[in-house]
């Protein structure tokens, strides 16, 4: 009996290894096939993470900024410029603006280059012409230099005493500023000073001048003329723009 016993002890002993190599077989399979499918989910959850995050970083990403416009190619058709030339938060608009700036800066320079001087003109009066009260009297700017030049809009013109002293108040502008005068060597532009007789208003007339000082357009240096004309009268006082001619 004992023999038997002893057999059935090592079969029972058998059995048991047998089941807890198996369980243990099936447990690491289990496990390795958990580990693989949560590795994909994983993967699959970063990669949805990702995209998803993408549009919502604003201009971070290289797709969004050429989406946005901001600081990408658009803005180098649009204003001339590579795009990493362009600072950042400059879009297309701005660089557009910015080149409008300049351009008008050189065709402003441009402008200036070629406008006549006041060392480059000689000054005179014309002859006045009196009717219905009123007197016009040209006042004529001639082109003594050996290059072109052009003036455009109006003098400024005061008339002055003897110590110095300006009388009265300067010009005021009358009509339009007209268009660009080109004066070619020996060419002249003259604008009309205009004021009224004696007597048609109860405003005293001011004193004869001892020199008619004149801006010519776009110039800050001042050109006098001995004269003592106009007489101004009942506070009229008024200059045209320039226009091509002597106005004789």
């Not at 990702?50 to 604003?58: F, I, L, R, V, Y």
């Not at 797709?63 to 950042?88: E, F, L, R, V």
């Not at 007339?205 to 003592?228: F, H, I, V």
Request: with cysteine; net charge positive; glycine share 14%.
């Amino acid at each position: 009996m004992s023999h038997h016993a002893g057999l059935r002890r090592g079969r029972k002993a058998a059995t048991a290894t047998l089941i807890a190599a198996a369980a243990a077989v099936a447990l690491t399979a289990c496990q390795g096939t958990g580990s693989g499918d949560s590795g994909a989910a994983g993967s699959a959850s970063d990669a949805a993470s990702s995209s998803s995050a993408a549009p919502a970083t604003g201009g971070g990403s290289s797709a969004d900024t050429g989406s946005s416009g901001s600081g990408s190619g658009a803005d180098t058709g649009s204003g001339g410029q590579d795009a990493s030339q362009i600072p950042p938060g400059k879009g297309a608009a701005t660089v557009a603006r910015t080149a409008s700036a300049r351009t008008a800066a050189s065709a402003s320079a441009d402008s200036a280059s070629d406008r006549c001087t006041a060392d480059e003109l000689g000054l005179r009066l014309g002859r006045a012409d009196v009717g219905a009260g009123n007197i016009h009297t040209p006042l004529v700017f001639t082109n003594k230099a050996k290059s072109t030049c052009t003036l455009r809009g109006y003098p400024g013109v005061s008339l002055i005493q003897r110590d110095g002293q300006m009388i009265g108040k300067p010009a005021t502008r009358e009509g339009g500023a007209g268009k660009a005068v080109t004066l070619k060597p020996g060419a002249s532009a003259y604008a009309v000073l205009h004021t009224i007789q004696d007597g048609l208003k109860d405003t005293p007339c001011w004193k004869s001048p001892y020199l008619l000082q004149t801006y010519p357009p776009g110039s800050k240096e001042a050109m006098t003329l001995r004269t003592d004309e106009p007489r101004v009268c009942g506070g009229e006082f008024t200059v045209t723009a320039l226009e091509p001619g002597t106005g004789l």
